[in-house]
């Protein structure tokens, strides 16, 4: 490079705590969008189930065993999908905008091809199905930028991305 020709800047890579609060603002999210679908559904099933309304508790128990299973076993589908359009449509989902940050490649293009999209939110939501053992990959995942140089988890390093400051 000419001498006194602008070096190209380094990023920002997202630290820890900011990346806690992003994933955080993500979780009311899809909370939000778990209990509207939750509702949609029960107000579709009163209207064109018969005896839906009525005191039939056969329906009662399978409606409420499968909401059960849903939701202990649910959530990681819901985040993978979550995750995966957020990342792919705009490369940051809406806890990210908010505190300002976004998932780059790590060769620096800005924008993630589906594919790649696809790895990073597999390898964070989908473990979270499994009972006990998913949280704790979970856990070692989310921790791992704590000792990482480009502040990478464990989805990040398998989808080659990192994740950086916009602001």
Known sequence: MPQGAPQPARPRYAGFGIRLGARAIDTVVITILAFAFFFGVLVFLLLTVPGASEDDHDFSDQF?????YLFLFGWGG???????????????????????IRVVKVDGSTRLSQ????????????????????????????????????????????????VVHTR
């Open 64 to 68: 409420y065993d499968a909401w059960a």
């Open 78 to 100: 819901l985040i993978f999908l979550y995750d995966w359009l957020c990342h792919a449509g705009w490369g940051r989902t809406i806890g990210k905008v908010i505190v300002g």
């Open 115 to 162: 594919g790649t999209a696809l790895v990073r939110a597999a390898l964070f939501g989908l473990p979270q199905s499994l009972l006990c053992v998913g949280t704790v990959f979970t856990v070692i995942d989310c921790a791992w930028p704590l000792s990482d140089a480009r502040q990478q988890s464990l989805h990040d390093k398998a989808a080659k991305t990192v």
